[in-house]
Antibody
Framework: QVQLQESGPGLVKPSGTLSLTCAVS?????????WHWVRQSPGKGLEWIAE???????NYNPSLKSRVTISVDKSNNQFSLKLSSVTAADTAVYYC??????????WGQGTLVTVSS | EIVVTQSPGTLSLSPGERATLSCRAS???????LAWYQQKPGQAPRLLIY???NRATGIPDRFSGSGSGTDFTLTISRLEPEDSAVYYC??????????FGQGTKLEIK
């Protein structure tokens, strides 16, 4: 079974860059899965951010595309998220997840990132 | 962009009753592309149903999914107290690839 663990700073200053990493265990990042980031603002619903395949193929949510970069690190079996020019509206719990076909099968526990000075 | 709308917003039922949650897409969606998730407070979402009607591994048969086209339903028969959660439907599309409904909060009295 795939296990995912997010890590990164819990506090980011406005206009800064949010950087998170998701460590993958129980599967190879080079498997046939896609790897995702999803966020959830406090008390709100789920928002899909981006996905990446081990080949480097990516897809982004158009609403965030100009500020988001997703990347994969095969040597460490992990993938990462960078979100630039953050504001308070980017405060959320950020989840990493994996998918096989059209659904998000496994999720990390999530990490809260607060944007504040 | 396909918009996914869930109803009702909140559902309050008693143990042993049946819950019926609705998910409506703004355009026709392949059944292969429709999934349901359960999220309890402080936890990550958990996949319940994929392909509109297939239970994920370890999901009790009290949970069932149905529907096609633009209208999909999650049914929970014989409600138990631990079913109290927010339920999300998700569709896979073109842009964005994944989009979620706003969720239905199920309260067990």
């Amino acid at each position: 079974q795939v296990q995912l663990q997010e890590s990164g700073p819990g506090l980011v200053k406005p206009s800064g860059t949010l950087s998170l990493t998701c460590a993958v265990s129980g599967d190879s990042i080079s498997s046939s899965n896609w790897w995702h980031w999803v966020r959830q603002s406090p008390g709100k619903g789920l928002e899909w951010i981006a996905e990446i395949y081990h080949s480097g193929n990516t897809n982004y949510n158009p609403s965030l595309k100009s500020r988001v970069t997703i990347s994969v690190d095969k040597s460490n079996n992990q993938f990462s998220l960078k979100l630039s020019s953050v504001t308070a509206a980017d405060t959320a719990v950020y989840y990493c997840a994996s998918s096989s076909r059209f659904r998000l099968d496994y999720w990390g526990q999530g990490t809260l990132v607060t944007v504040s000075s | 962009e396909i918009v996914v709308t869930q109803s009702p917003g909140t559902l309050s039922l008693s143990p042993g009753e049946r819950a019926t949650l609705s998910c409506r897409a703004s355009q026709s969606v392949s059944s292969d592309y429709l999934a349901w998730y359960q999220q309890k407070p402080g936890q990550a979402p958990r996949l319940l149903i994929y392909g509109a009607s297939n239970r994920a591994t370890g999901i009790p048969d009290r949970f069932s999914g149905s529907g096609s086209g633009t209208d999909f339903t999650l049914t929970i028969s014989r409600l138990e107290p631990e079913d109290s959660a927010v339920y999300y439907c998700q569709q896979y599309g073109t842009s964005p690839r994944y989009s979620f409904g706003q969720g239905t909060k199920l309260e067990i009295k």
